[in-house]
Structure formats: structure tokens, C-alpha cells
């Protein structure tokens, strides 16, 4: 049995770019839902018009909204950038392609139906079913950001995203379809963040790999080594 | 033919009147002030447009709406601006008389004809659920757009298919792009469409021999590029927070926004913020009614009309998404903590 070895996972970039995206959804997640169900009316008494003073209004709301939206759009296009010039930033692919994958994929069901221990079997920089989901959450990410700024960008039908996106619209049968899709699939985001935050405990609880803190300093520990261990390597 | 200045002149109208009207009408098809030269240009110089203007299935919504258009009265265009040679419900003519006429007009006129369609053609049963003058309304309806130089969509009918095709649609009813789909087809969809908007249209198709611009789903950008959102009257309240909850309360009463009980303006494109209604005097959200997207695709199943998001068809439930979101999310984490519990008891010792 060999010692066990830290290993450098995640770069900088990608660690500032998780805790980011993590605040922006949340920002947006939260907002989008008042603007979905306006839950508590803007200041009453006072001219719509200066209604903004008085407290916190739907407009306000929206604002925050759609500034977070724009950040979510930077950061997945530096998530992007960074996954081109660097290897590790790669990750996110499922390697269907190799062998290891499906070993894993069958490995960690196992583990996760209670039917192989946790220190059984191989270990891996990524697990397979990390390997799967993860694809799905960009593309989710994705959809937001392109349902989204379709929406916003109608607002003004001459704008860059009325241009770029409006058609979107339209191919998902109308606006109104639209919101309903947003709104689903921010719900879908957050179950999957309540997913991500579990795992990512368990891993820590059971293996005390420092799973946890290595969003934070970028390194795991393995017992052995990881078969998967050429993704990341320079 | 003669051109409409002619027609004018004939009737009497002077120049002066006749730039005013130029004027007005530059306005209505949504065109800057630069183009009123051009406008009156094309009106000294075009000649009148033949239309035939054909009824499938529909409630003639359309043609009452039209005939209601304020700016230019629809009598002008129906008797000076175009040649309106065929329309079932607005001809004195019937019979086998009108149909031979149709027929006539098709080949005098071959490319250079405008077909309006109201209504659209049920597929079902070889099209039997629309018959017209003894044939069933989807060959009248073939027959007539293969001359034609552009097809107006008129309604939510032709352009989406509207309440016919509402689910399950029992009778295959199609909006008329299904089935006509070599021809520029021009969407004018509402139930019904506002009179100005469709007079407007019929102005721009034939002062400029050209289809008006039009967005990804073939809607002029001119009457459909704005949401009725954001050209509503009661725009600041939606952006104050100040919401009607109940069409009793007191926000009901001080004319707040009616987002919260179902409005459909952030999702529907036309024109009933700035045209409005009845030359000008009101639109629903106006008198106090949400807008039911009737301008928007399939809008009879965005039901129901007073809640802001579709619920899910769940027995005896009301499961709005949030609802379901939360739900689901409570599930998950309950869960998670249980899978992490025997997770933790299933790992023990084995060190």
C-alpha cells in the first residue's frame, strides 16, 4: 500500500469561478423567484412612480436579477476560457470512451446503494456519476442564460440578444412556455445543489479525503492511486 | 387599374386631405416620418390590389374587427384601396356566382393576387369539417395560394391555429403555414387582431409590393415587436410591487397590475398597449382584465387565464411549480440526510 498523496485537483481559476457561480445562482434563484410570485407587495401608499424610495420594489428586484444574470454569463464564458487553456479544467467531460469510466459508473452505484463499501474498489479524481451529472448542470446553466437573456432582451425588440436569442422564443412555443422552462429548470439547479452539497459531505464524512476544503485549497487526498489520474496530469 | 390618388381624386378628395391622410396612415403601419414621401409616392403610383379574402374555420372575429378600423376607415380600403374581388361573408353576391368569380380572379390575376385567410383548415376526415360552397375549405384554400403573390394570415386561427386547435383538437384543425408552404405568409395572429393593426398591414403590403418585416415567427416586427408589458399603461405599478390580488380588493379599484391574477402582457406581442382598441378608447387590461395572450401560440392551453404560471394536472392537487420545486427539494434533502445515515452506518469499522 502506497502512502497517501495529496493531489492538486482544482486550479485557482476554477475555485473562484465555483464560489462566484455559487453566488450568483443563489442571487438569481432567490430573486427569480419573487419575480415569478410576487410574495410581498412594493411600498403601497406612494405614487408608483417614486415607489423606488420607499423600499424595496419589483424593479429593484429585477435589477439585481438581471446584473446577476450577467455575471452568470461572464463566469461561464471564463469557465470556458480556463477549460481550453488548462488540462485539469477539462474534467467536466465523461470519458464514455474509456474503460475506467464505466468501471466507476458501476463502482459507485454500487457504493451509493450501500452494496460496496466506500473503501472498496478503485479510487478516482472524478467519479463517474460526477463525470455524468456535471455536463448536465452546464447545460442547464446554459439554458438559463440563453432563456433568460431572450427574455430580457425583448424588452427592447432591436437589441443584440432580441437579435441573438429572440428566435429561442418562439422555437420553445412562446413566451409564456419560456417562463414556465426557466422556472423548472431553476428548480431543477437547486436540486441538484442540494445533491452536490450532500455528496460532497459524505465523501468527506466517510472517506476524510478533504473533499470539503478543496474547493478552497484545490487539493484532495488519495489513498491509492487514482485511475483516472492522467486528466489532470500536465 | 386606376391608382389611388385616382381613386381619390375621382371621389373627390382633396390634395390636402390626401397628404393628411398619407400622413396618418405612415403613422398607423408604424413607419417613421422620413417615409411619408415614399408613402405618398406609392400612392400616386401603385395601382389597387386585388384581394381574396377566404373563410375557414372561424367565428369571423376577423372580419368584425376590420370592418371596425377608425385609421383608415375599412370601408376605404375595402372600396378605394384594394379590390376586394371575394369574401363570403362581406359580398352581396353568393352562391355559385361568387365561387366562379373567385375562380376568374385566380387566373386573371395569376401572381399577382393577395390571399387573406381567416380561419384555418380542419385535416380530419379529408377535410369534411369545413365545407365551402360544397368542397371542403382545405382545397379552396390550396387552390387559392398557389396564385397568390403573398398570403395574409389573418387571427390567431390562420396564423396558430387558435381554439379549434386547441387540445385535443378534435377536428386536425392547422394554422394555414402547414399546409401552404410555398408562399410568404404574413402572420396577424389575435382573437381578433386589432383593426388598425390589420388595415395597416393590408397599407404596407400594397404601397410597397413588399412583405412587411417580420420577426422569427413571421409577425410584422411593426405591430408585434413589443410585448404589451412594456408598452402598458400600468407599467409603474408592476414595477412598484403594487399588485392586484383579488379583482375585488382595493389594488382592483386604484388600477394597479394585474400580474399577479394571470395577466398574459409579459408574454404576449401586439399592440393593444399603444394602438388599443375601438379607435383608440380601451384595451382588456384598460377595463380591468388581465390580457389572455390571445396574440400567442396555442394560448387556449396556457390555462388557467388568472394564475401566472401553468400548474401540473395532478388529481385534486393544485401543484404550482414553486410548489413542486419545494417539494422537491425537501425530498431531496430528506434524502440525502437518510442515504448519508446508513451511508455512515455501512462504512463502520473495516478500516
Given at each position: 500500500?502506497i502512502?497517501?498523496?495529496?493531489?492538486?485537483?482544482?486550479?485557482?481559476?476554477?475555485?473562484?469561478?465555483?464560489?462566484?457561480?455559487?453566488?450568483?445562482i443563489?442571487?438569481?434563484?432567490?430573486?427569480?423567484?419573487?419575480?415569478?410570485?410576487?410574495f410581498?407587495?412594493?411600498?403601497?401608499?406612494?405614487?408608483?412612480?417614486?415607489?423606488?424610495?420607499?423600499?424595496?420594489?419589483?424593479?429593484?428586484?429585477?435589477?439585481?436579477?438581471?446584473?446577476?444574470?450577467?455575471?452568470?454569463?461572464?463566469?461561464?464564458?471564463?469557465?470556458?476560457?480556463?477549460?481550453?487553456?488548462?488540462k485539469?479544467?477539462?474534467?467536466?467531460?465523461?470519458?464514455v470512451?474509456?474503460?475506467?469510466?464505466?468501471?466507476?459508473?458501476?463502482?459507485?452505484?454500487l457504493?451509493?446503494?450501500?452494496?460496496?463499501?466506500?473503501?472498496?474498489?478503485?479510487?478516482?479524481?472524478?467519479?463517474?456519476?460526477?463525470?455524468?451529472?456535471?455536463p448536465l448542470?452546464?447545460l442547464?446553466?446554459?439554458?438559463?442564460?440563453?432563456?433568460?437573456?431572450?427574455?430580457?432582451g425583448?424588452?427592447?425588440?432591436?437589441s443584440?440578444?432580441?437579435?441573438?436569442?429572440?428566435?429561442?422564443?418562439?422555437?420553445?412555443?412562446?413566451?409564456?412556455?419560456?417562463?414556465?422552462?426557466?422556472?423548472?429548470?431553476?428548480?431543477?439547479?437547486?436540486?441538484?445543489?442540494?445533491?452536490?452539497?450532500?455528496?460532497?459531505?459524505?465523501?468527506?464524512?466517510?472517506?476524510k479525503?478533504?473533499?470539503?476544503?478543496?474547493?478552497?485549497?484545490?487539493y484532495?487526498?488519495?489513498?491509492?492511486?487514482?485511475?483516472?489520474?492522467?486528466?489532470?496530469?500536465? | 387599374?386606376e391608382?389611388?390618388?385616382?381613386?381619390?381624386k375621382?371621389?373627390?378628395?382633396?390634395?390636402?386631405?390626401?397628404?393628411?391622410?398619407?400622413?396618418?396612415?405612415?403613422?398607423?403601419?408604424?413607419?417613421?416620418?422620413s417615409?411619408?414621401?415614399?408613402?405618398?409616392?406609392?400612392?400616386?403610383?401603385?395601382?389597387?390590389?386585388?384581394?381574396?379574402?377566404?373563410?375557414?374555420?372561424?367565428?369571423?372575429?376577423?372580419?368584425?374587427?376590420f370592418?371596425?378600423?377608425?385609421?383608415?376607415?375599412?370601408?376605404?380600403?375595402?372600396?378605394?384601396?384594394?379590390?376586394?374581388?371575394?369574401?363570403?361573408?362581406?359580398?352581396?353576391a353568393?352562391?355559385?356566382?361568387?365561387?366562379?368569380?373567385?375562380?376568374?380572379?385566380?387566373?386573371?390575376?395569376?401572381?399577382?393576387?393577395?390571399?387573406?385567410?381567416?380561419?384555418?383548415?380542419p385535416?380530419?376526415?379529408?377535410?369534411?369539417?369545413c365545407?365551402?360552397?360544397?368542397?371542403?375549405?382545405?382545397?379552396?384554400?390550396?387552390?387559392?395560394?398557389?396564385?397568390?403573390?403573398?398570403?395574409?394570415?389573418?387571427?390567431?386561427?390562420?396564423?396558430?391555429?387558435?381554439?379549434?386547435?386547441?387540445?385535443?383538437?378534435?377536428?386536425?384543425?392547422?394554422?394555414?403555414?402547414?399546409?401552404?408552404?410555398?408562399?410568404?405568409?404574413?402572420?396577424?395572429?389575435?382573437?381578433?387582431?386589432?383593426?388598425?393593426?390589420?388595415?395597416?398591414?393590408?397599407?404596407?403590403?400594397?404601397?410597397?409590393?413588399?412583405?412587411?418585416?417580420?420577426?422569427?415567427?413571421?409577425?410584422?416586427?411593426?405591430?408585434?415587436?413589443?410585448?404589451?408589458?412594456?408598452?402598458?399603461?400600468?407599467?409603474?405599478?408592476?414595477?412598484?410591487?403594487?399588485?392586484?390580488?383579488?379583482?375585488?380588493?382595493?389594488?382592483?379599484?386604484?388600477?394597479?397590475?394585474?400580474?399577479?391574477?394571470?395577466?398574459?402582457?409579459p408574454?404576449?406581442?401586439n399592440?393593444?398597449?399603444?394602438?388599443?382598441?375601438?379607435?383608440?378608447?380601451?384595451?382588456?387590461?384598460?377595463?380591468?382584465?388581465?390580457?389572455?395572450?390571445?396574440?400567442?401560440?396555442?394560448?387556449?392551453?396556457?390555462a388557467?387565464?388568472?394564475?401566472?404560471?401553468?400548474?401540473?394536472?395532478?388529481?385534486?392537487?393544485?401543484?404550482?411549480?414553486?410548489?413542486?420545486?419545494?417539494?422537491?427539494?425537501?425530498?431531496?434533502?430528506?434524502?440525502?440526510?437518510?442515504?448519508?445515515?446508513?451511508?455512515?452506518?455501512?462504512?463502520?469499522?473495516?478500516?
Amino acid at each position: 500500500m502506497i502512502e497517501a498523496k495529496k493531489i492538486y485537483i482544482f486550479s485557482p481559476g476554477l475555485r473562484v469561478w465555483h464560489w462566484i457561480n455559487f453566488l450568483t445562482i443563489m442571487v438569481l434563484f432567490f430573486t427569480g423567484l419573487y419575480i415569478g410570485n410576487p410574495f410581498f407587495l412594493g411600498p403601497v401608499g406612494v405614487e408608483a412612480t417614486y415607489a423606488y424610495r420607499e423600499g424595496i420594489t419589483m424593479d429593484f428586484i429585477r435589477k439585481v436579477h438581471f446584473i446577476a444574470g450577467y455575471v452568470l454569463l461572464a463566469s461561464f464564458l471564463f469557465r470556458v476560457i480556463i477549460a481550453v487553456f488548462n488540462k485539469r479544467d477539462r474534467l467536466v467531460f465523461p470519458a464514455v470512451w474509456r474503460k475506467d469510466y464505466w468501471t466507476s459508473l458501476k463502482e459507485i452505484t454500487l457504493k451509493y446503494t450501500f452494496i460496496m463499501k466506500d473503501k472498496e474498489g478503485y479510487e478516482y479524481i472524478r467519479n463517474a456519476l460526477a463525470r455524468t451529472f456535471y455536463p448536465l448542470v452546464y447545460l442547464m446553466i446554459l439554458f438559463m442564460i440563453a432563456t433568460g437573456f431572450a427574455m430580457y432582451g425583448m424588452s427592447k425588440p432591436s437589441s443584440f440578444w432580441s437579435f441573438l436569442l429572440g428566435w429561442l422564443l418562439g422555437f420553445l412555443g412562446g413566451e409564456f412556455s419560456v417562463h414556465a422552462w426557466h422556472h423548472w429548470v431553476a428548480w431543477l439547479i437547486i436540486i441538484f445543489a442540494v445533491l452536490h452539497v450532500y455528496f460532497v459531505i459524505r465523501e468527506e464524512a466517510i472517506k476524510k479525503n478533504g473533499e470539503l476544503s478543496s474547493m478552497f485549497s484545490g487539493y484532495k487526498v488519495f489513498e491509492k492511486e487514482p485511475v483516472d489520474i492522467k486528466d489532470i496530469e500536465e | 387599374m386606376e391608382t389611388f390618388w385616382e381613386t381619390f381624386k375621382r371621389h373627390g378628395v382633396s390634395r390636402r386631405d390626401f397628404l393628411k391622410f398619407a400622413t396618418t396612415i405612415t403613422g398607423m403601419m408604424g413607419l417613421s416620418p422620413s417615409m411619408i414621401p415614399h408613402v405618398v409616392r406609392a400612392l400616386e403610383t401603385k395601382p389597387r390590389v386585388p384581394v381574396l379574402w377566404i373563410h375557414g374555420l372561424e367565428c369571423t372575429c376577423c372580419s368584425e374587427s376590420f370592418i371596425r378600423s377608425a385609421t383608415p376607415l375599412a370601408s376605404d380600403v375595402v372600396l378605394s384601396m384594394i379590390s376586394l374581388e371575394y369574401d363570403d361573408t362581406l359580398s352581396a353576391a353568393a352562391g355559385e356566382a361568387l365561387e366562379k368569380h373567385r375562380e376568374e380572379i385566380i387566373k386573371r390575376y395569376w401572381g399577382n393576387y393577395i390571399l387573406a385567410v381567416e380561419g384555418n383548415p380542419p385535416l380530419g376526415e379529408d377535410g369534411m369539417y369545413c365545407v365551402v360552397g360544397g368542397r371542403a375549405f382545405l382545397e379552396n384554400l390550396k387552390e387559392s395560394a398557389k396564385g397568390a403573390k403573398a398570403v395574409i394570415a389573418w387571427g390567431s386561427c390562420a396564423s396558430w391555429g387558435c381554439v379549434q386547435a386547441a387540445k385535443p383538437n378534435p377536428t386536425t384543425a392547422v394554422p394555414i403555414h402547414k399546409v401552404i408552404t410555398d408562399k410568404p405568409i404574413i402572420k396577424v395572429p389575435g382573437c381578433p387582431p386589432i383593426a388598425e393593426v390589420m388595415t395597416g398591414v393590408i397599407m404596407y403590403l400594397v404601397l410597397f409590393d413588399a412583405i412587411p418585416p417580420l420577426d422569427s415567427q413571421g409577425r410584422p416586427k411593426q405591430f408585434y415587436g413589443n410585448r404589451i408589458h412594456d408598452t402598458c399603461y400600468r407599467r409603474a405599478f408592476f414595477n412598484a410591487g403594487q399588485f392586484v390580488e383579488r379583482f375585488d380588493d382595493d389594488g382592483a379599484k386604484k388600477g394597479w397590475c394585474l400580474y399577479k391574477v394571470g395577466c398574459r402582457g409579459p408574454t404576449t406581442y401586439n399592440s393593444c398597449g399603444n394602438i388599443r382598441w375601438y379607435n383608440g378608447l380601451s384595451y382588456p387590461i384598460q377595463a380591468g382584465h388581465g390580457c389572455i395572450g390571445c396574440a400567442e401560440e396555442d394560448f387556449w392551453d396556457k390555462a388557467p387565464f388568472y394564475q401566472r404560471l401553468t400548474t401540473i394536472p395532478l388529481p385534486n392537487v393544485e401543484a404550482s411549480p414553486d410548489k413542486v420545486g419545494a417539494v422537491a427539494v425537501a425530498a431531496a434533502a430528506a434524502g440525502a440526510v437518510a442515504h448519508g445515515v446508513i451511508s455512515k452506518i455501512r462504512n463502520k469499522g473495516g478500516k
